[in-house]
């Protein structure tokens, strides 16, 4: 069974700044989402990557196949990017395994 | 128009009651699925449905049965309803299995079940 391990479980910055959100996970797999829980609840799906990096406006998200690693990166932060930021990993028959998620507070 | 809907959103009962929760999507989707998110905000997958076949069952108790009255449907019920239950229930869906093919799950609203 696969392993995700997300960094850091809580990250607080000030308004402009540059967020990274790791990802690890133990075994190979076939693809990697990053999700965006708001604070209402609701969960956005932002990206699935099977390889390589792929950008949405101020969200980057970057995979390394061979380390087992993913990034999510937010370019100039805003308040409303506040959020819980979730990996979830798709590898054998059972479905997606999902990280603790980052719990994101970003500061005016 | 909301693309994932569940219903209802909050949801308050007493152990041993029986109760569904609904959902509904209306993006085309072939596959839908059942996600429950305990207290710790830890979301695990319970079930999933694909061309009204279920395909994953994560040794989830079996007071839990999806019930899917056609590919736009996948509703959840759950009897003998136990403190335990207590938890937010996501229903999501995708073209083909957890978002194959490179394409996007979408995630409905969830529903807060609180037993008490």
């Known amino acids: 069974k696969n392993e995700v391990e997300q960094s850091p479980q809580n990250l607080t910055a000030q308004e402009g700044e540059f967020i990274t959100i790791n990802c690890s996970y133990s075994?190979?797999?076939?693809?990697l989402h990053w999700l965006q829980q708001h604070p209402g609840g609701g969960i956005v799906s932002l990206f699935m990557?099977?390889?390589g990096k792929k950008k949405h406006g101020r969200l980057i998200a970057t995979i390394n196949i061979q380390e087992k690693h993913s990034s999510l990166h937010i370019t100039a932060s805003h308040p409303r990017d506040s959020a819980v930021y979730i990996c979830?990993?798709?590898?054998?028959?059972?479905?997606?395994?999902f990280g603790k998620g980052t719990h994101l507070i970003i500061q005016p | 128009d909301t693309a994932v809907s569940q219903t209802p959103k909050y949801l308050v009962t007493q152990m041993g009651n029986d109760k569904s929760i609904k959902c509904e999507q209306n993006?085309?989707?072939?596959?839908m699925y059942w996600y429950k998110q305990d207290s710790k905000k830890f979301l695990k997958i319970m079930f999933s449905?694909?061309?009204?076949?279920?395909?994953i069952n994560e040794t989830v108790p079996n007071r839990f049965s999806p019930k899917s009255p056609d590919k736009a449907h996948l509703n959840l019920h759950i009897n003998s309803l136990e403190l335990g239950d207590s938890a937010v229930y996501f229903c999501?869906?995708?073209?083909?299995?957890?978002?194959?093919?490179?394409?996007?799950?979408?995630f409905g609203e969830g529903s807060w079940l609180t037993v008490v």
């Open positions: 993006l085309g989707h072939d596959t």
């Open positions: 449905y694909n061309n009204k076949e279920l395909i």
């Open positions: 990557l099977s390889s």
């Open positions: 075994v190979g797999i076939s693809a």
């Open positions: 979830a990993v798709r590898g054998g028959a059972d479905g997606l395994t």
């Open positions: 999501a869906s995708s073209h083909g299995f957890q978002g194959l093919s490179g394409n996007t799950i979408y």
